[in-house]
């Protein structure tokens, strides 16, 4: 194997590696703390709801929204 195959190769593996880690590494987030008993719903699909003020909507993906501001 030559040299400059190998460093192309190792390069292409950097670069794979970089941009997995980019777009899936772990994130630090401070999760905000919720009011008891406050329910969060999808603006798009009402019935998605969670207790959560961090979660998605598991059918598009949306943030979640108090329930307070859904029907507005």
Do not use: R
């Not at 195959?5 to 593996?13: K, P, S």
């Amino acid at each position: 194997m030559d040299t400059s195959q190998i460093f192309v190769t190792l390069g292409g593996v950097a670069l794979i590696s970089f941009n997995l880690w980019f777009f899936f590494g772990k994130k630090a987030t401070i999760k905000p703390v919720a009011a008891k008993g406050a329910l969060y719903a999808c603006p798009m699909h009402p019935w998605i709801t969670s207790d959560d003020p961090t979660a998605d909507c598991s059918i598009c993906g949306m943030k979640l929204v108090s329930s307070d501001e859904v029907g507005k």
